[in-house]
């Protein structure tokens, strides 16, 4: 059977990266959300809302694989009922699902609904019966520099005590998409940036690359910083553009 590709969240950070892999290894796909098409998106575009189902049979329509990249961490509980409409279009045909997690968050996941809303996916994939493959790569370097962004508050960067491998996007894309075309697979495919990264590293180098003086504090790990700093260390495979090498480049 030809492989025929949708993207869910396609208009995202991973999304567009997982887009780019399957255009060069000419697959065919179609990508969508809940929006109406981008004004800079080429390709074809599927407006759905895999929430309530509206729209999502035309958007599976002859289709072999979904890489399931949209997600909502304000409402997480909308990503195990978006889930649970497309392992319910699954049972019906030959889709192979392909669900992104997190690396990492076993421990993480008791400090933040997030996290245990990834791994309450992952449990409802495992017990489908369906095809499917699950990927987990560590934070993109784009979360921890939004992540940063947030803990800034004048020349002062809060940082909580944490190990973070910062992972390249593209790198992310094209390791999924390579395990995708593979087919099912049982395993928690672990995909983690070249570095393990403490908090003072991470932070120096990130406000290093930036004009304005900062000073680091350490911030207690409670609320939400808990789960950061539970987030564990793993391997798997690994590559792309280091931390350093990231904020090197210039940004948008």
Known sequence: MTRSALVTGGSGLLGTAIIRQLAARNVPFAAG???????????????????????LPD???????????????????????????????AQRSSL?????????IDEAARHHSY?????DCERMLSLSGISHTVVRPTQFHDFVDFMLGRLTVGPVVLAPKMILQPLDVDFAAQTIVDIALNGPSNDK??????????TRQLVETWMGFRRRPKYRICAPSIGPL?????????????GGLTWPEWNKQPKS
């Open 226 to 238: 808990a789960a950061l700093s539970a987030i564990q260390p793993v391997a798997g495979r690994t």
């Open 115 to 119: 996290y245990r809303m990834k791994l």
């Open 33 to 55: 959300s809940r929006s109406k098409k981008p004004s800079n998106f080429i390709g074809q575009w599927k407006q759905f809302d895999a929430v309530t189902g509206e729209g």
């Open 189 to 198: 495919n672990i995909i983690c940036g070249p570095e393990r990264i403490e």
């Open 59 to 89: 958007a599976l329509a002859g289709r072999t694989m979904v890489f399931n990249c949209a997600t909502s961490q304000a409402k997480p509980q909308q990503d195990l009922a978006a889930l649970a409409r497309l392992i319910e279009a």
């Open 96 to 104: 192979h699902i392909v669900y992104v997690g997190i690396a990492g």
